[in-house]
């Protein structure tokens, strides 16, 4: 157990805290920025989770879950209001069916929602303190890594990559305007005034 209070864990631990406490203020959180920081924390995660070493298991019963479903259903929801802003999906009418962009937000929200549920349950039973519980959580995560997580974590990275630039969705536009700051003039030059004298005005 020697290795569950190392530099690795314990750089895997505060990305595993900021991520889940990222997904839990959602609501609160301009979707551009929260987008924006997901898309940093995603790799950092996936870096530092293969960096992990799977220690030997101590206990022989699996230790308590402490993500309930309500907690998983808040962090869903709030991810899908957000997820939904961006496909335009809340200008639909009433009585819509359920679209295409409908069941992509919510296949999304659950894949961000799963990861948010493992590293949770992660950082709660490492913060027990107890060795055997901060070993478990340790060997817990990483054999999940392994079987599922990693993969996820990199599907998820890859939605979000979507998200952000595929400008075509129906409130992209809307969300660049609100959360990521007004849309540049494209017919303003990218060069300064000091970079126009030095190069001419081209003609």
């Given at each position: 157990?020697?290795?569950?209070?190392?530099?690795?864990?314990?750089?895997?631990?505060?990305?595993?805290?900021?991520?889940?406490k990222l997904?839990?203020?959602?609501?609160?959180?301009?979707?551009?920025?929260?987008?924006?920081?997901?898309?940093?924390?995603?790799?950092?995660?996936?870096?530092?989770?293969?960096?992990?070493?799977?220690?030997?298991?101590?206990?022989?019963?699996?230790?308590?879950?402490?993500?309930?479903?309500?907690?998983?259903?808040?962090?869903?929801?709030?991810?899908?209001?957000?997820?939904?802003?961006?496909?335009?999906?809340?200008?639909?009418?009433?009585?819509?069916?359920?679209?295409?962009?409908?069941?992509?937000?919510?296949?999304?929200?659950?894949?961000?929602?799963?990861?948010?549920?493992?590293?949770?349950?992660?950082?709660?039973?490492?913060?027990?303190g107890i060795?055997?519980?901060?070993?478990?959580?340790?060997?817990?995560?990483?054999?999940?890594?392994?079987?599922?997580?990693?993969?996820?974590?990199?599907?998820?990275?890859?939605?979000?990559?979507?998200?952000?630039?595929?400008?075509?969705?129906?409130?992209?536009?809307?969300?660049?305007?609100?959360?990521?700051?007004?849309?540049?003039?494209?017919?303003?030059?990218?060069?300064?005034?000091?970079?126009?004298?030095?190069?001419?005005?081209?003609?």
């Amino acid at each position: 157990m020697e290795d569950y209070k190392g530099v690795v864990v314990i750089e895997f631990e505060a990305s595993a805290a900021e991520f889940c406490k990222l997904l839990e203020e959602a609501s609160s959180m301009r979707t551009g920025d929260l987008f924006g920081q997901l898309q940093q924390n995603l790799p950092v995660l996936y870096q530092r989770s293969a960096r992990l070493t799977k220690p030997k298991y101590c206990y022989e019963e699996e230790p308590k879950h402490f993500v309930s479903e309500e907690d998983y259903a808040q962090v869903h929801d709030a991810l899908q209001q957000k997820i939904e802003l961006y496909f335009g999906i809340t200008q639909m009418s009433p009585g819509t069916g359920p679209s295409q962009y409908e069941i992509m937000s919510f296949s999304i929200a659950e894949g961000f929602t799963d990861l948010y549920e493992e590293l949770k349950n992660f950082v709660k039973l490492y913060e027990i303190g107890i060795p055997q519980a901060m070993n478990d959580a340790v060997w817990i995560y990483q054999h999940n890594f392994q079987q599922a997580i990693g993969v996820k974590l990199i599907d998820c990275l890859k939605s979000l990559h979507q998200l952000l630039y595929n400008n075509s969705a129906d409130g992209a536009r809307a969300i660049q305007e609100d959360d990521f700051g007004q849309i540049e003039d494209e017919d303003e030059p990218w060069y300064s005034d000091d970079q126009e004298e030095i190069y001419g005005d081209g003609e």
